[in-house]
Every structure is written in structure tokens, then in C-alpha cells.
């Protein structure tokens, strides 16, 4: 080896300021979108448990379509969801006592200066009474 090449590694000291910066900038971003986008995500999942529970304790459900309705209200209440309510469930009829239960919805969160995030769920499940 020659002294040139030694004398490098004797300079390299790590990252710079404007690196340590850019980082945290990153950083900083990407946390900015998992605390904003993460509770929509958090919701759609309990709404998704709620329509599976119903689904599967359906025995226990009066009254149609409208007992349904009632039932997952019901439930979207007691766990707090306020972003989806009953009237966004689209109910149909598919035999006599199948019911296909559809939820198709978006949220729209403001992520920071004039960007917004656009989140698009959909879920199905079929109810037998």
C-alpha cells in the first residue's frame, strides 16, 4: 500500500451534517404517514371483524335485512367507530334467508401542506339467518 491510500482512511469520518439531516427528514416523513394513514387502517380492520362476527353469529339476528342494519350499528357503537355507520352497508337478498352484506367506502386524511392521502376498502361477507 502505498501512503496515499493510507491517508484516506484517516479522513473518513462518518456522515455528515447534511446527511444526518436528510435522514431524519426521511425519518420524520415516513412517521408522519404511519400516524396519519394507520388508525384508518386500524378502523377498517374492526369493521371487518364486525361484519365477520355477524356473519357468524347470525342465529342470534331478527328481522331481515334490518336486523342486520341494527346489529352492526349495534356493534360499530360499542367499538367506537364513528367514520362508518349502518347506512353505508349495501344489504342484498340472495336466497331466502342469504343475506350478502357489502361495505365499500373511502377516507380521506390530510397528511401535510396541500397533500392529502386516499384510502379505498371494500369487504363482503354473506349472512344466513
Known amino acids: ?7 484516506y482512511g484517516s479522513r473518513q469520518r462518518g456522515m ?8 431524519i427528514a426521511l425519518a420524520a416523513f415516513f412517521v408522519t404517514i ?17 361484519m365477520e362476527e355477524t356473519a ?26 364513528n367514520n362508518v355507520t349502518g347506512k353505508d352497508f ?5 336466497d331466502e334467508g342469504t343475506y350478502q352484506v357489502t361495505l365499500d367506502y373511502e377516507e380521506r386524511v390530510h397528511l401535510f401542506f396541500n397533500v392529502d392521502a386516499v384510502a379505498a376498502f371494500h369487504h363482503q361477507v354473506e349472512v344466513k339467518l
Open 1 to 7: 500500500m502505498s501512503m496515499k491510500t493510507a491517508g
Open 16 to 23: 455528515g451534517f447534511l446527511g444526518f439531516i436528510t435522514l
Open 34 to 50: 404511519l400516524l396519519k394513514v394507520g388508525p384508518l387502517y386500524s378502523n377498517f380492520w374492526t369493521v371487518r371483524t364486525l
Open 90 to 94: 349495501v344489504i342484498k337478498k340472495i
Open 56 to 81: 357468524r353469529q347470525s342465529s342470534q339476528i331478527d328481522g331481515g335485512a334490518r336486523g342486520i342494519t341494527a346489529n352492526i350499528d349495534k356493534r360499530l357503537n360499542i367499538n367506537s367507530v
